[in-house]
């Protein structure tokens, strides 16, 4: 599945839109065959997966020893990291303690900020 917009509904203005991602895995609710994927640069960074219309239809968060563990391979979020890592709308470095830094670019095409 290829969706270059987002299925489900999402209002949050500070959002940057990372495609969508054919997955009915163990981490969504039952029935669920695609995630939406953003990356918030808000106050607080995060990723999220959003999988229905309702507000509280998405999870988010985000730790960087996600990206060692074999139990979260399949993870939506990890993907999320994964193509805003690729797009370079984030960048992160470990060093000293695993301090990482966010770098941040988008630009605003129809309402929707949209990593390209």
């Known amino acids: 599945m ?10 949050c ?3 940057i839109f990372l495609g969508n991602l054919s997955y009915s ?3 969504v609710p039952q029935g669920v065959i ?3 994927l953003y990356y918030h640069h808000g106050t607080i ?12 239809e998405y999870f988010s ?19 999320a990291f994964k193509r805003a890592v690729k797009k370079e709308i984030v ?12 770098i941040v670019q988008f630009q605003k095409e129809d309402g929707y900020l949209w990593a390209d």
């Not at 290829?2 to 209002?11: A, C, E, G, L, S």
């Not at 968060?61 to 993907?79: A, C, K, N, T």
């Not at 960048?91 to 966010?102: A, H, I, V």
């Open 2 to 11: 290829n969706i270059t917009k987002p299925v489900y509904k999402h209002d």
């Open 13 to 15: 203005e500070e959002c």
């Open 25 to 27: 895995g163990r981490w």
């Open 34 to 36: 695609s995630v939406d």
């Open 45 to 56: 960074p995060t990723f999220i997966a959003r999988y229905g219309d309702d507000g509280p």
């Open 61 to 79: 968060g985000f730790q960087i020893d996600w990206v060692l563990r074999d139990d979260m391979r399949d993870y939506p979020l990890l993907e």
């Open 91 to 102: 960048t992160f470095r470990l060093d000293k303690g695993y301090e990482y830094n966010w």
